[in-house]
């Protein structure tokens, strides 16, 4: 979570400088629908689609101490994705000017904004070539139990884009930035190289088709596939919507949706990506009593986090995006267009979280093909509800590109909702007796928060800065304190968790 937190924070300030360089002008509508190729190859053959298959693979190697198999895993697949990415990126990259102009942004009318989508896109063709690497790398090191250098890896990644705002973006605009993002995605892997080289890894050139084990990964990713697939048709039918909408909307969902991300970062994808290698080590062993315990815990603890900062979100959304971003070219059009899509993304971050922990107990069972599943049904949903609402919220005269945010929200809630029936009929129960003071307990402290904030709302008339910042403090103060006196496992151990890291020596505090 530390990790993740110090990424967060380098993202944070990214885009702080990205929103007061461009504001959500023409020019950043153009690098964010280009780089939504990009992010649909890495995502596919490179991120949480391999991931999702490597890790169980990999890990069961590791319980049986088979580090001989475990290494020709990695050097097999290492080929397979490398072969696989650039050969797509290739054929993305002679195809750029019928993906941008036919499948991207069919929107688009300008023809210098087309001309400038193409070139872009063609720039950040790069960058998943090195993130297929990099991606596989950080599957290797978490199934090893290896969080640090993986979770500081996004860090690195924004570290490059920083840099570009200030060396290159003064001279080269928005193309400077292309390169930035080039730039980032090798750092993301050169800082993973030095603990690789701790675990001593034997890697060999030999692709390694007939391996059973490879052949296990590819039929676990298979169905995963299936499903990241339909997740990036969803942002790519949203790309589509906002290309027709008024200039910005493309942006303002896109800056909504990454500052959504950064608490959902931190809480739910820190905790799911060291709980899969736990799961995947449960089933392995045969442990689903433990497997059932970890996962409810797990939730419990994921609700107390992710529910303030879901509703926090909501409430101080109007300070926080003015603190953030309003300066430059960023100005209150952009605020206001930012926080309403903001409001309709906040409400689904408990959602995406919950989200973020089942599948993996989901993938931790080798089961890919029924996460795949109920996403298609969800993700279908969310095309078609980001079509309706789109046009309902024009209709009555309000910011459409809001209604493309509400539809993820709707679509994640039921998604989440269908995992979790069916992860308790597998499990005969999830055990939810154990977990229901803590619960209670969150609800409760979550209530009691937000009314706190909108008094301060309500009550204050200081600068923006002091309105955002002590509305954070004073909602964190509330939320633990209440949760505190309620009794609340996680408000009790939170300090604790805390004193153990600042002092590792004191082990009976656990």
């Known amino acids: 979570m530390i990790g993740m937190a110090l990424s967060s924070l380098t993202g944070l300030l990214s885009q ?62 290492l080929w397979l994705v490398i072969t696989g990415v650039s050969s797509i990126s290739l054929v993305a990259w002679a195809t750029a000017p019928w993906l941008v102009t036919r499948v991207l942004t069919p929107g688009f009318e300008d023809p210098a904004q087309i ?68 730039f980032g995605s090798l750092l993301h892997l050169v800082i993973q190289l030095p603990t690789l080289r701790v675990l001593k890894p034997r890697l060999t050139l030999d692709v390694g088709l007939s391996n059973p084990a490879v052949r296990e990964v590819g039929r676990l990713m298979a169905p995963r596939l299936l499903g990241v697939a339909v997740v990036q048709l969803n942002f790519l039918i949203n790309t589509i919507i906002a290309s027709g909408l008024p200039e910005g909307s493309l942006s303002s969902i896109t800056f909504a949706f990454q500052l959504m991300l950064m608490p959902e970062v931190v809480i739910a994808q820190a905790i799911a990506i060291a709980a899969l290698p736990t799961f995947s080590a449960q089933v392995a062993s045969g442990q689903l009593d433990d497997l059932r315990s970890s996962l409810i815990a797990t939730l419990r603890g994921l609700v107390y986090l992710a529910l303030p900062a879901s509703l926090g979100l909501m409430l101080l959304r109007e300070p926080i995006v003015q603190l953030l971003y309003q300066g430059g070219q960023f100005n209150l059009d952009s605020t206001a267009m930012v926080t309403w899509a903001l409001l309709w993304y906040a409400a689904g971050l408990l959602f995406h979280s919950i989200l973020e922990i089942i599948t993996r107990a989901f993938y931790a069972m080798n089961d890919t093909r029924t996460p795949v599943l109920v996403g298609i049904i969800a993700m279908s949903l969310n095309a078609g509800l980001s079509i309706l609402l789109a046009s309902l919220f024009t209709q009555w005269g309000i910011m459409p590109h809001g209604g493309l945010a509400l539809a993820n929200t709707l679509a994640t809630a039921v998604e989440s909702a269908a995992l979790l029936i069916i992860m308790r009929k597998r499990l005969n129960g999830l055990d939810l007796a154990s977990a229901r003071t803590g619960l209670l307990a969150s609800g409760i402290s979550a209530a009691a928060m937000s009314t706190a904030l909108l008094l301060w709302l309500s009550w204050t008339n200081v600068p923006i800065a002091w309105s955002a910042i002590g509305g954070i403090v004073l909602g964190v103060g509330m939320y633990w304190g209440s949760s505190y006196v309620l009794r609340a496992p996680e408000a009790r151990q939170l300090p604790v968790l805390i004193l153990q890291k600042l002092r590792p020596g004191r082990r009976d505090l656990a």
Do not use: C, H
């Not at 840099?163 to 003064?170: D, E, K, N």
């Open 16 to 77: 702080i400088l990205i929103t007061r360089a461009f504001g959500t002008s023409a020019s950043i509508d153009a690098f964010y629908a280009a780089n939504r190729i990009p992010e649909i190859l890495f995502n596919l053959m490179a991120g949480g689609a391999l991931a999702s298959a490597f890790i169980p693979t990999f890990t069961a190697f590791l319980t049986r101490k088979d580090m001989q198999g475990a290494w020709k895993l990695s050097s097999s697949i």
């Open 115 to 182: 001309e400038r989508t193409v070139a872009l896109l063609r720039i950040m063709l790069l960058s998943p070539v090195i993130f297929s690497v990099s991606g596989l790398l950080m599957g290797v090191l978490n199934a090893s139990q290896r969080f640090a250098a993986p979770a500081l890896a996004p860090a690195a990644y924004r570290l490059g884009m920083i840099l570009s705002i200030f060396v290159l973006v003064p001279r080269f605009g928005v193309f400077g930035l292309a390169w930035g993002s080039v």
